[in-house]
Every structure is written in structure tokens, then in C-alpha cells.
């Protein structure tokens, strides 16, 4: 494979620093994709539609920065500190300073929920954090094909993040909601309540925590990554115009087997979405949760996560990637349309309590599997489409396209989340953000969308059997 004697492969420590980066990265954005929205529309008391407006444009900024800083890395010439590693410094400062000054807004005024000065500084920030965010985490997952060459290590590298990646969302809500649990009525806790008042003194502490936490993952990955083979090659590669760009970021769709993953990954994430804005309001509104009570969906969370892991892990060493994720998909679709059952008045606190754990239990199981099937399969999907190249080695074809790729993934992933944090804003507005009904609706059309992204899923055809 390439010039090298032996395929690359990620152990060890190089294995556990690239891991590290994106646990970092993404235990930071989390806990902001997962509380920034309860924190301006309930306590901030900046109205839903606006809250949700500003998230959506921070998506469709991600959408286009995503894939443009992954064409620019497949675009630049290896230097000392190699091709794409790079990047992950260039957007550090302005990542960290916006990851921190967003729990720090203009508060609305009690009787004006259309305060544009609060918007428009939660829009801004959302946009500069975006961007400079983008810079990062895009090109460290392109880097996955070139730094492991097999499928098996890339199956290795995928169990590892996704295992961090638990971890991950385990903490971002862990901290949330152990303030939750302190507050003396979490029903409501705008600015101006004593309940309020307690989010504003120690959410923005756990903000700055996980940032800083982030800053020194990233730097523990920047000198964790080789980029040495690069400099092979280096001769070989081509300045390309601004005006290039474009047909190289478009490129991917005119993959048709990549279009179907990109279809899979866009419903699941439409999927993904709604749990992480709903989870807190259903925990609120529809199981009236106080006090210790949040505790349960920690420990549901943790519990669900870890055993989905290894159940997914296990049945995928014995069956082909597509088959496992396929099983995976429907045990989520089929276990969020059974949340329906929590439209029936009267239900026992204890069944409802006993359907939550089996119905989202499945739901965090599974879709925390989904991280071991995405990245090795996206990765085997690149390696095809430069098997079918006029680059006369493969090394080279994969590297000027890997950031292609996975920039338009993270592009119609942004896009998805967008539409759908948009959707739900809308839905949310005014008395409907407390309703019961409304929030179990929203929560159990997740089933709609893994249905959609299981059609997909079921069309996609690989070369090689994987594994």
C-alpha cells in the first residue's frame, strides 16, 4: 500500500494521543451542544426561536468551514510540523476564548424574550467558535485513512475514540446535571430565580473546565501524530487555486456509495440531535424529575453507553460492519417510537421510570455503537474511491482526498443538526417549551429518522468484505 514496506498502523501511545485530541474536542463542544440551548432559553430567557436560529446558523457554518479546511489540508504541502497537523493549532485560540466567553451573556430583560443584543452575541460567538473549531476537528478525523492503512486498526482506533466519546458525553451531562439536582425548583430557573441564579454561578466554572481540558488534549495529539511519511511525497504535491476548491469540496457526492453513507449519517444525526436538546425538557416536564432524581439518568447513561459498547463491539467480530450497524439502527428506531407509550396519562411513576431506562437506554447503547461502524467504513469508502484514481499511488490519491471526504460528512452532518435544532426551536416556542406532549412527540420522532437512515443503510454495497 503507498511507497511504505508495511501498511501504517496507530498503537499504543501514537494510538491513545490521536484519541485523546478528539476526546477532548469533543467532551468541549458536548456539553455546549447539550446545555447551551437550556441555558439561553430557560435561563438566559432568550426566546426558543432565536436560540435555535443562532445554533442552526453555527451548524450551516460548520457545514461550509468543515469541508473547506478539509480541502485545504489535502491541498498543502507537508512541511516541518507535517501536512495536517497543522491545523489543529492555527484555530486553538479563538476555539478556547469562544468555548469559554458563551457562558458569559447579556441577560434578556424578565419581559423581553426577543432581546436581539443576547442573540446577536450567541449568534456571533457560535459562528467564531465554529469556525475555529472546524479547523481542528476536521482535519484530525482526515487523518484517520493515513494514519492507519488496515481496516483491523482502524476497527482498533474506533473502539478507542468511541470508548472516549462515552466518556465524553458521560461527563458533559454528568456535571449539567449535578447542578440540576441542587437547584430548589428546576422548573424554574430563569436569571432572575433563586434557581437561576445557581445556574449562573456554576455552569460557566464547568464550561471553563471541559475548554481547558480540551486546550490540553489538542497539544497532547499535536506531538502524538507522525506525519513523516508525508515528506515522500512532498515533491509531488500541486498548489491549487481558491477557484479549485469548489469542484474538489463536491467531488465526494458524485460518489454514489458515498452518498449513501452520507444519507445514513445525515438521519442518524437528525436522530442525535433530538435526544441532545430534548433529554433535559423530557426529564423535566414529562418524568417531573427533582432533586436526586437526575441521578438516574446518569447512571442509566453510563451503564447504557458501556454495555451498548460491548455488546456492538463483540457481535461486530463476528458479523460484517453493515450487518451489525443495520441491527444496531433498528434497535434505536424501534426503542424510540415505544417512547410514544409516554403520551398515556396515568402511567406509574415507577413504569415510567422502568420504559425510560429499557426505551433510552437502548437508544444511548446503540447509538454510541454507531461510532464503531462510521469511521472504519468511511475510511474503506475513501480507500475505493482512489483505487478507482489516475494517481499512480495510492498513498498519494488517499491523501488528496481524505480531507474531501470527511469534510462533506462533517458538511451534511452540520446540516442535518442544523435543520433539525431549527425544527425544534419552532416546535419549543412559547408554552409549548413546558409541554409534556409536545416534548414526548418530538423525543419519539428520533424512530422516523433511523427508519429513513436503516433504507439507506441496507443499499450501501462494498467491495470487500470488512470483516
Known amino acids: 500500500m503507498g511507497n511504505d514496506i508495511s501498511p501504517r498502523e496507530l498503537h499504543g501511545k501514537r494510538l491513545l494521543g490521536y484519541a485523546w485530541g478528539q476526546f477532548g474536542i469533543i467532551l468541549t463542544n458536548m456539553f455546549a451542544g447539550v446545555f447551551v440551548f437550556q441555558f439561553y432559553v430557560y435561563t438566559i430567557n432568550l426566546d426558543s426561536i432565536l436560540t435555535s436560529v443562532g445554533i442552526s446558523i453555527q451548524l450551516i457554518v460548520s457545514a461550509f468551514s468543515s469541508i473547506f479546511f478539509g480541502v485545504v489540508a489535502d491541498n498543502k504541502k507537508p512541511g516541518r510540523f507535517g501536512k495536517r497537523r497543522p491545523f489543529m493549532l492555527y484555530g486553538l485560540p479563538l476555539w478556547i476564548f469562544t468555548s469559554i466567553i458563551i457562558w458569559f451573556p447579556p441577560k434578556c430583560p424578565q419581559n423581553n424574550q426577543l432581546y436581539l ?30 494514519q492507519s492503512q488496515t481496516h483491523k486498526n482502524r476497527e482498533k482506533i474506533a473502539a478507542v475514540t468511541t470508548f472516549f466519546r462515552i466518556i465524553s458525553s458521560i461527563f458533559s451531562l454528568l456535571l449539567p446535571l449535578m447542578v440540576q439536582s441542587i437547584l430548589p425548583d428546576p422548573g424554574n430557573v430563569k436569571w432572575w430565580e433563586p434557581s437561576g441564579r445557581i445556574i449562573l454561578r456554576y455552569i460557566p466554572w464547568v464550561g471553563i473546565s471541559f475548554t481547558l481540558f480540551g486546550l490540553i488534549a489538542v497539544i497532547i495529539t499535536f506531538f502524538s501524530i507522525d506525519e513523516n511519511f508525508h515528506d515522500k511525497s512532498s515533491s509531488i504535491t500541486k498548489k491549487v487555486s481558491f477557484k479549485s476548491f469548489f469542484p474538489q469540496m463536491i467531488e465526494p457526492l458524485k460518489d454514489k456509495k458515498y452518498r449513501k453513507f452520507l444519507s445514513v449519517r445525515l438521519f442518524n444525526a437528525m436522530s442525535g440531535r433530538i435526544l441532545g436538546m430534548m433529554v433535559i425538557p423530557f426529564l423535566t416536564f414529562t418524568l417531573l424529575f427533582t432533586g436526586g432524581a437526575f441521578y438516574i439518568y446518569i447512571i442509566i447513561s453510563a451503564t447504557s453507553k458501556f454495555i451498548g459498547f460491548i455488546i456492538w463491539r463483540r457481535i461486530l467480530k463476528k458479523h460484517a460492519v453493515i450487518k451489525t450497524y443495520t441491527i444496531c439502527i433498528l434497535a434505536s428506531a424501534v426503542s424510540a417510537l415505544l417512547d410514544l407509550i409516554f403520551l398515556i396519562d396515568g402511567l406509574p411513576t415507577i413504569l415510567k421510570i422502568f420504559l425510560f431506562v429499557v426505551t433510552i437506554g437502548t437508544i444511548l447503547g446503540s447509538m454510541y455503537g454507531f461510532g464503531l461502524f462510521n469511521p472504519p467504513l468511511a475510511s474503506t469508502l475513501v480507500y475505493e474511491a482512489a483505487e478507482n484514481s489516475n494517481v499512480h499511488t495510492l498513498d498519494i490519491a488517499v491523501s488528496n482526498i481524505s480531507g474531501a471526504y470527511f469534510g462533506i460528512s462533517s458538511f451534511i452532518l452540520s446540516i442535518g443538526q442544523s435543520f433539525t435544532s431549527l425544527m425544534i426551536g419552532f416546535i419549543l416556542t412559547g408554552a409549548n417549551a413546558e409541554n409534556s406532549t409536545i416534548i414526548t412527540l418530538t423525543l419519539s420522532s428520533m424512530g422516523i429518522f433511523y427508519l429513513i437512515s436503516l433504507y439507506f443503510l441496507r443499499k450501501l454495497k462494498l467491495k470487500k468484505k470488512t470483516s
Not at 442573540?119 to 465554529?130: C, D, E, M, N, Q
Open 117 to 146: 443584543p443576547t442573540a446577536v452575541f450567541l449568534w456571533g460567538i457560535l459562528i467564531l467558535k465554529t469556525i475555529s473549531g472546524s479547523s481542528i476537528l476536521t482535519v484530525h478525523l482526515s487523518m484517520l485513512t493515513e
